[in-house]
């Protein structure tokens, strides 16, 4: 038995440190993971930055680089933890710090998200509008989506470039939307649409336009009757917006609802029921009256 002492003494060294709990080389990722998560909330942040090499990519590589940024902040590395929070950002744009994190990480977080995340989102509305140019409209609308779902966060869209380029993508969105070649229609509308105007969408007999088709004329609102805003006592003070959109038929009624922007709950549903009671003179390609997905922005303000 005592000549096993020795080995065992000298084993337990090597993971023995100071009292500090330090992890042999052949420690699977998440082990080492959890491990510098124990030093960095005992401040040994140095051990713990030594346990957080370059990771495999789909071992909790954020967590990995938020662990990186927490301990490389408490060191004063800053420039070095914006670079582990940019490689976050860029991975995962939906990512967020806990609401527990320092302050500090999380002001940086916020700051480093609103200056990538617009260049992000412009980077994916070019590649989905070369999609849409090349015609390959599911693939367009998955990169539509997703820069409009990056536009959409309070830590970018309250920039008007933003807001605008957002407006642009949810029309290419529903451009690609109408002509994904399910089951290709035609009519004698469409047959006289120009080339920046959808094709019929299909299970329709005839065209739908938008704002980005080419040579039609939008509808003109004849009555647009609005329910009555009575906003709770606490929030009477604030301005509501958002965009709703009705297809206008070639009758100028309203054939469908939809609210893109929601206002407030206590209006959104009183306002969708309104819609349908609106209505407008037809838009029109040339002479002949056409369907038209028809934006409206709502804006109700204090009284």
């Given at each position: 038995?005592?000549?096993?002492?020795?080995?065992?003494?000298?084993?337990?060294?090597?993971?023995?440190?100071?009292?500090?709990?330090?992890m042999?080389a052949?420690t699977?990722?998440?082990?080492?993971?959890?491990?510098?998560?124990?030093?960095?909330?005992?401040?040994?942040?140095?051990?713990?930055?030594?346990?957080?090499?370059?990771?495999?990519?789909?071992?909790?590589?954020?967590?990995?680089?938020?662990?990186?940024?927490?301990?490389?902040?408490?060191?004063?590395?800053?420039?070095d933890?914006?670079?582990?929070?940019s490689?976050?950002?860029?991975?995962?744009?939906?990512?967020?710090?806990?609401?527990?994190?320092?302050?500090?990480?999380?002001?940086l977080?916020r700051?480093?998200?609103?200056?990538?995340?617009?260049?992000?989102?412009?980077?994916?509305?070019?590649r989905?509008?070369?999609?849409?140019?090349?015609?390959?409209y599911?693939?367009?609308?998955?990169?539509?989506?997703?820069?409009?779902?990056?536009?959409?966060?309070?830590?970018?869209?309250?920039?008007?470039?933003?807001?605008?380029?957002?407006?642009?993508?949810?029309?290419?969105?529903?451009?690609?939307?109408?002509?994904?070649?399910?089951?290709?229609?035609?009519?004698?509308?469409?047959?006289?649409?120009?080339?920046?105007?959808?094709?019929?969408?299909?299970?329709?007999?005839?065209?739908?336009?938008?704002?980005?088709?080419?040579?039609?004329?939008p509808?003109?609102?004849?009555?647009?009757?609005?329910?009555?805003?009575?906003?709770?006592?606490?929030?009477a003070?604030?301005?509501f917006r958002?965009?709703?959109?009705v297809?206008?038929?070639?009758?100028?009624?309203?054939?469908?609802?939809?609210?893109?922007?929601?206002?407030?709950?206590?209006?959104?549903?009183?306002?969708?029921q309104?819609?349908?009671?609106?209505?407008?003179?037809?838009?029109?390609?040339?002479d002949?009256?056409?369907?038209?997905?028809?934006?409206?922005?709502?804006?109700?303000?204090?009284?």
């Amino acid at each position: 038995m005592t000549s096993a002492r020795p080995f065992v003494l000298l084993s337990l060294g090597l993971l023995l440190t100071a009292g500090t709990v330090r992890m042999p080389a052949a420690t699977p990722v998440q082990d080492r993971l959890a491990q510098a998560r124990l030093l960095y909330a005992s401040a040994a942040y140095e051990e713990a930055l030594a346990l957080l090499p370059e990771m495999p990519a789909d071992v909790e590589a954020n967590e990995v680089d938020r662990y990186k940024a927490l301990c490389l902040l408490a060191l004063d590395r800053t420039v070095d933890a914006e670079e582990a929070l940019s490689r976050i950002i860029t991975r995962d744009p939906r990512f967020q710090i806990r609401a527990d994190d320092s302050p500090r990480i999380v002001a940086l977080f916020r700051d480093l998200r609103r200056r990538i995340l617009p260049g992000r989102a412009e980077s994916l509305y070019a590649r989905a509008k070369a999609d849409f140019e090349d015609r390959r409209y599911r693939e367009a609308i998955e990169h539509f989506t997703q820069a409009i779902d990056i536009m959409g966060d309070p830590d970018v869209g309250s920039a008007t470039h933003v807001q605008e380029l957002r407006k642009v993508a949810e029309e290419y969105r529903s451009l690609a939307e109408e002509r994904l070649p399910e089951e290709p229609a035609s009519s004698p509308v469409a047959a006289e649409a120009s080339e920046g105007a959808p094709p019929a969408r299909p299970g329709s007999d005839e065209a739908i336009y938008t704002m980005l088709s080419a040579h039609v004329k939008p509808p003109v609102e004849v009555t647009r009757q609005m329910p009555p805003w009575n906003p709770p006592a606490d929030q009477a003070w604030r301005t509501f917006r958002g965009v709703i959109e009705v297809l206008v038929s070639r009758t100028g009624e309203v054939e469908d609802v939809r609210l893109l922007e929601r206002i407030a709950p206590f209006y959104d549903e009183a306002l969708a029921q309104a819609a349908w009671t609106w209505t407008f003179e037809p838009a029109r390609l040339g002479d002949q009256p056409v369907r038209f997905r028809h934006r409206i922005q709502i804006v109700m303000r204090p009284r």
